[in-house]
């Protein structure tokens, strides 16, 4: 019998979006990732691409990767033909050796620790997530990165054109909005088709978070097919801190429990807001609607529209909140209002379930396989259906209490152990693979 508790294997993971100073939703993938394959007791490494030279001492090279983690890092090639951009351009040809960055515990790790899982080895590639799309760009070639001693799996949480020399290369696909919702996103539709045509082709696995993004990917690579596996995604129980969420006191922002809506995520039109803000709106509800998220989108429309909101004193607009904050902000909301048209997966939807917080959300991309019975579901181009749900939301409380106990019994669906059970059997099936 297979005992998927425990999968001593050695696998490096890359710090991409660890590394960033406000954490994105990648970024909680990463993390989580890194807690659930430490409890199947893989041996865990993290490869990060901070801005000093490899030839830096060992003791300041520590210093120096805890002093830029969380913060900006802007790696430049230079300008061709100077010396430099020949140099970084002929490493670039060769391959590049990771260095290793001591740890030698001289150094307050703790402060870190939601980029900076305990990882029992860090390595480090000066501008790598800068230089390999350049090398991709130029060359159609993923970048070739050498590791001491490589682990057994190199498990990339973003599509990103690198390879690990001596490593089975798997890299998460997490969505397929760029080429499913060109007009909705500002990426570079040719490079990220390019990008994950070449995966589809080089990679010994691809790890999506739902059936839906395993559908979409395969709509465009089918001959992928065997090699694409769907793990979901978990909840990120392991730094969570209730004791911190309790403590937090929503009044500061003028709200008492259960007198608002809340919205949560990046402000960008896959998520709806627009839609969102004119049901909400129509509803007269005497509830306040709460955004939180940054603008990753420049929406005239969507901007106004909430400027007009927050002047009639019924929405109120926040940037960034602490974790602790948002899970406070989440349990102690009326319902989270969620109706994206499209998801990979829906993490703000599980988080909501799993905290008691009844979900308002649309039947689009992975949604449905998040939510199961246990949320209100609304059509998401229809204005009328998300305002009618609004409405029933706002009045119905017995309709509220019966999606807060169907959706924390849903969220166990996605629980750790569940997940590590399918990363697991994806690892496996790309060893087996590997060995025949």
């Known amino acids: ?39 199947l007791h893989c041996r865990l490494s993290g ?47 060769r391959g590049i ?14 402060m870190h620790k939601d980029r900076l899982p305990d990882f029992e080895r860090l390595l480090n590639i000066r501008g790598l997530f800068q230089r390999a799309p350049q090398y991709f760009n130029k060359t ?78 395969l709509s465009f690579f089918p001959e992928a097919r065997d090699k694409v596996f769907n793990t979901y995604q978990s909840l990120d129980v392991y730094s969570e801190n209730t004791d911190d969420a309790e403590k937090v006191d929503i009044s500061k922002f003028g709200l008492m429990p259960k007198e608002y809506f809340l919205f949560c995520g990046s402000l960008e039109p896959k998520k709806n807001i627009g839609r969102i803000i004119q049901a909400f709106l129509a509803t007269r509800s005497s509830r306040k609607l709460v955004i939180i998220g940054a603008m990753a989108w420049k929406n005239e429309e969507d901007n106004r529209l909430i400027e007009y909101g927050i002047e009639l004193g019924r929405i109120i607009r926040l940037d960034y909140v602490s974790r602790a904050t948002l899970q406070k902000l989440v349990s102690s909301s009326r319902a989270l209002l969620f109706p994206s048209l ?11 379930m799993a905290l008691g917080a009844p979900v308002l959300t649309s039947k689009e991309g992975a949604l449905p396989e998040v939510a199961g019975d246990a949320t209100l579901m609304v059509d998401a181009y229809d204005l009328s259906s998300i305002e ?29 152990a569940a997940y590590q059970k399918r990363l697991a059997a994806m690892y496996r099936a790309v060893l087996a693979h590997a060995r025949t």
């Open 1 to 39: 019998m297979t005992d998927h508790s425990s999968f001593p294997c050695s696998i490096c993971i890359d710090g991409f979006n660890l590394a960033l100073e406000k954490g994105t939703g990648i970024a909680t993938y990463a993390r989580v990732l890194s807690y659930n394959l430490q409890a």
């Open 47 to 93: 490869l990060y691409g901070l801005n000093f030279l490899d030839s830096t001492p060992a003791s300041l090279r520590e210093v120096l990767f805890f002093d830029q983690i969380g913060r900006e890092n802007r790696w430049k090639r230079g300008k061709f033909p100077t010396p430099h951009w020949l140099k970084e351009s002929f490493r670039d040809v």
């Open 97 to 110: 050796t990771a260095t290793p960055v001591p740890l030698s515990g001289r150094i307050e790790r703790r």
């Open 140 to 217: 159609g070639k993923f970048l070739r990165v050498r590791i001491p001693n490589p682990p057994q799996i190199m498990h990339w949480t973003y599509p990103l054109p690198i390879i690990v020399e001596g490593s089975y290369n798997i890299y998460t696909v997490h969505d397929m909005v760029p080429l499913v919702f060109p007009s909705t996103t500002l990426d570079n539709k040719k490079y990220h088709f390019n990008l994950l045509k070449r995966i589809s082709e080089v990679s010994d696995a691809v790890c999506t978070v739902s059936e839906s993004s395993r559908n979409d990917f």
């Open 342 to 352: 499209t998801e990979g997966f829906g993490l703000p939807v599980l988080e909501a």
């Open 388 to 416: 009618a749900g609004i409405a029933r939301l706002d009045q119905d409380d017995d309709l509220c209490k019966s999606l807060c106990e169907k959706g924390m019994s849903q969220a166990e669906m996605f629980s750790p």
